[in-house]
């Protein structure tokens, strides 16, 4: 028996034999994985539709309410983040590692600043009497039928694409931390490419809930 | 469509030497410490964890069926209390649905056999593949601990408003299966990518063996249909316990809107189920057969087609809940779509055993047992599709007996033909041949004991869920009793013998029943890189026509 064949039988299998390979694989793995995620959301905005086609006015009136201004910094401020995250990976393959970790950085920053700003509301609305289910001194004064579901929706969609967030700054926090310690670079720039898709499809998330909340 | 001439009886020459030259450990014997176990990325391995966790749920599920099969000995109160009937039905079938069927094929013989079958070293991302097993562990154990607290008494399907108010530990169970639906996620998605990024240059789409088609088109539904169920549980949690009332008419709710979304992940849901069933069905028929498939296209293309349609038809669920007729309609007619898509299956693996050089072995058998109960269930399915009859027998025994014959009598007869098709590959050993055969022909018996009893019960009215019934049904549910009774015994018996063949059993060489597919051309059980050396792909997957290099003889011994 010789060492070199136990040595081989003993090492983790790597199933990919060449990096590029491993790279497609990444990719369609983000890329199957986020079909998954738009279903996920897309069961949210079927009960959206479905409400508001039974309440038009109720949602009319909600959409009224709503705190437009911020919402519309809000989508500025992604899609500022999305495009320096885009930015970082081609700027990660011309092998500019310190360029594209301070691009990274900004969008993790600008994660944050999209999340207080929406804490900044959610707080507003707290102090309104709007509460999710229904509960509030709000609904007590606005008893159109149909407004509770709205704010419902508003506090169960937007606070699902808060942990979204939260979940697209961790992923490329740890990325961040990958090209500061140089695991991470110009060859293996696919790592960071498929959070920044992921980081995309927050975005995009938000670019459909942006009109149906505030703008409407 | 030609069909290729039967290949002679397996080789008669003496088996090779019974030694062969051991140049690497195989996966069981690289490394044996608990440790290595639990914390290895060989998709074998976790494919045998996944099992062997799978089968715990199955038996925790039986215990309850069979309790409440107890309970309806008599028409009134025999051992339990209502309301620990109604908590006993619902983890019956939440633990059986989420537990058990939806994760079974695939994540333990489709993680174990995919790489193999594609000649690949590991799926895409074992790691991944790894965490999947305890993101299953972790959602399994919120829904056992549930039941210290105080399970869950809805049924399955959570329907508000009474999930919007149960008292019962309703969210940790929901919060379970939620998690448990991303352990499926995870493996749908590694199944994909490895399968369009792994398969050996040599092996085109048209080649692959047919449980990985069957797999991969199971893998598309997960990823697509379970994200809206895990959406569906998420708000049922937050409707009871933070009232949230997304469901309740009073608040702008619509409870019906529930049952589409429900459905709309639970009905694909069957097709998760059943989908790699039919994959091993379609692999123990060639190989004891010894022919190729009748038609390799229509059998691969049609578990595509399933998988579409099945997105398409989950309003037959709820042809009384209020749904216009044209909808009502087009449910239907859809729903129907399906039978053609399995009937084209069913015809296709008929006729691949006509004039088979058949060997009649327990895969074998439970594929019989799987043909006849899977396209009874088919048919009641396409009656149930009628709107104008479905009706009549809506949420009564018809129905249960009628999603049992396509769960039980299809997608557990096709798990346990492929436990009996890869135990030799799995473990390397022989199981008794007899035993098999009893012990097949006791599930298929008790099993159609059962049910049966329940169509009739409830074409004569018996509602499904009921703690009391009539006396007049009490004869037709003491026969269902004693049927699951003789169900439970056949699967005792087979954790028996297969235990023996484990640690006891003959050594199976490499490749006991002769199959051509490609997991079976490497030694049994298989390196710990699946191949040694690049595996000899010049024979095809089905190809029965020449006998394989160094074909071992058939073991007699077994029978």
């Not at chain 1, 897309?42 to 309410?65: C, D, I, K, N, Y």
């Not at chain 1, 008893?143 to 979940?167: I, K, P």
């Not at chain 2, 039967?6 to 450990?25: G, K, M, N, Q, T």
């Not at chain 2, 088109?217 to 997960?222: L, V």
Request: aromatic share 14%; with cysteine.
């Amino acid at each position: 028996m010789s060492t070199v064949d136990d040595a081989r039988a003993l090492a983790p299998a790597e199933p990919f034999s060449d990096g590029p390979g491993q790279a497609h694989a990444a990719r369609l793995g983000m890329w199957v994985f986020l079909a998954s995620e738009v279903l996920l959301f897309a069961a949210l905005f079927t009960l959206f539709a479905a409400s508001r086609t039974q309440h038009p006015a109720a949602f009319h009136e909600g959409v009224a309410h709503a705190k437009k201004v911020l919402g519309s910094i809000n989508t500025a401020v992604l899609l500022v983040s999305s495009t320096l995250v885009a930015l970082a990976v081609q700027v990660l393959r011309r092998g500019r590692t310190r360029v594209a970790g301070l691009l990274v950085a900004g969008t993790v920053v600008l994660g944050g600043v999209f999340l207080a700003i929406k804490i900044t509301e959610y707080v507003e609305h707290f102090g309104e009497g709007i509460q999710p289910g229904g509960r509030g001194a709000f609904f007590q004064e606005h008893a159109t039928r149909g407004l509770a579901e709205f704010w419902t929706l508003y506090f169960g969609m937007t606070g699902l694409h808060a942990v979204h967030v939260v979940v697209g700054m961790t992923l490329l926090s740890i990325a961040l931390l990958g090209i500061l310690t140089g695991r991470i670079t110009a060859p293996s720039a696919h790592r960071l490419e498929v959070f920044a898709i992921y980081w995309h499809l927050v975005d995009l998330v938000w670019l459909f809930l942006w009109p149906l909340f505030y703008l409407a | 469509m030609t069909t290729l001439p039967i290949a002679p009886d397996v080789a008669r020459e003496p088996a090779p030497s019974s030694s062969p030259i051991v140049r690497a450990p195989s996966y069981l014997g690289v490394d044996t410490t608990l440790r290595s176990w639990l914390v290895t990325t060989d998709h074998k391995r976790i494919g045998v964890l996944f099992f062997v966790a799978l089968a715990c749920m199955l038996a925790l599920g039986g215990f309850f069926a069979l309790a409440l099969r107890l309970e309806h000995l008599t028409p009134e109160r025999t051992l339990m209390s209502a309301h620990t009937y109604n908590r006993m039905f619902t983890l019956h079938g939440v633990i059986m649905v989420w537990l058990f069927m939806i994760p079974s094929i695939p994540s333990s013989f489709g993680n174990f056999l995919l790489p193999m079958m594609i000649g690949a070293r590991d799926v895409a991302f074992p790691r991944l593949n790894l965490a999947s097993f305890y993101v299953y562990v972790a959602g399994a154990t919120l829904v056992l601990l549930s039941m210290f607290a105080s399970a869950i008494d809805t049924g399955w399907t959570f329907y508000p408003p009474y999930s919007s108010s149960t008292p019962t530990a309703l969210p940790l169970a929901l919060l379970g299966v939620f998690i448990v639906g991303f352990s499926t996620i995870m493996t749908g998605v590694n199944f994909i990518v490895t399968t369009h990024t792994l398969r050996d240059r040599r092996i085109g789409w048209m080649q692959m063996p047919l449980f990985v088609w069957s797999v991969y088109a199971t893998s598309i539904i997960q990823v697509l249909a379970t994200p809206v169920l895990g959406m569906v549980l998420l708000l049922v949690v937050a409707n009871n316990a933070f009232s949230w009332g997304f469901f309740d008419p009073a608040r702008g709710g619509d409870p019906v809107l529930y049952q589409h979304l429900f459905w709309f992940y639970s009905h694909p849901a069957v097709y998760i189920m059943i989908l790699p069933g039919m994959g091993v069905v379609s692999e123990v028929v060639s190989t004891f057969a010894r022919k190729n498939p009748y038609s390799y296209k229509a059998i691969a293309y049609s578990s595509l087609g399933i998988a579409f349609v099945g997105f398409l038809t989950w309003g037959h669920h709820m042809f009384v809940a209020g749904m216009s007729r044209f909808d009502a309609g087009a449910f239907g007619l859809l729903s129907m779509l399906v039978a053609v898509f399995s009937a084209i299956k069913v015809f296709n693996w008929t006729w691949t055993l006509k004039r088979g050089a058949i060997r009649m072995r327990t895969p074998l058998l439970y594929v019989f047992a799987f043909l006849f109960l899977f396209v009874f269930g088919g048919m009641t399915g396409v009656a149930v599709a009628t709107t104008s009859l479905d009706v009549h027998w809506h949420d009564t025994y018809f129905v249960v007996a009628h999603f049992h014959f396509i769960m039980v009598g299809g997608t557990l007869t096709a798990f346990l033909a492929a436990i009996h098709l890869w135990f030799p590959k799995v473990t390397g050993k022989l199981y008794s041949e007899r035993l098999g055969m009893l012990s097949a022909a006791l599930v298929f018996a008790g099993f159609f004991v059962t049910f049966f009893p329940q169509f009739l019960l409830g074409n004569g009215g018996m509602p499904r869920r009921y703690f009391d019934y009539p006396p007049r049904f009490q004869a037709l549910h003491v026969v269902s009793t004693v049927g699951s009774w003789v169900l439970g015994a056949g699967l005792v018996v087979t954790l028996g013998y297969l235990l023996h063949a484990l640690f006891w059993g003959a050594d199976a060489g490499a490749n006991p029943w002769g199959s051509r597919s490609f997991e079976w051309r490497t030694p049994s059980p298989p390196p710990k890189h699946n191949f040694r050396e690049p595996p000899d792909l010049e024979l095809g997957a089905y190809d029965y026509t020449r006998p394989l290099e160094g074909e071992p003889r058939e073991p007699e011994a077994a029978s």
